[in-house]
């Protein structure tokens, strides 16, 4: 799901259906799907985002999707 605007994300993160969550890794956003128990696909953009994104790989709770220098998807297989 990719909406413009504002979204219930707690209601939406605690439905049956959700497997994983794609973030940009901003503390709420993270606080709330730990909460619930979601994987988080990490995508930090900047500031404290990036750390964050580590901490959730570190803890077990997620993965940071890679990117290059220009912040395209990259893959690690080659």
Not at 3 to 29: D, M, N, R, Y
Not at 33 to 57: L, T, W
Request: glycine share 10%; hydrophobic share 40%; proline share 5%.
């Amino acid at each position: 799901m990719v909406l413009e605007k504002w979204a219930p994300q707690a209601t939406i993160l605690q439905h049956t259906s959700i497997g994983g969550f794609v973030s940009h890794c901003g503390w709420g956003s993270l606080t709330e799907s730990m909460k619930f128990g979601v994987p988080i696909i990490a995508m930090p953009m900047y500031h404290d985002q990036p750390i964050n994104a580590r901490i959730v790989e570190h803890i077990g709770m997620g993965v940071e999707a890679l990117r290059d220098e220009n912040g395209k998807l990259q893959s690690e297989e080659k």
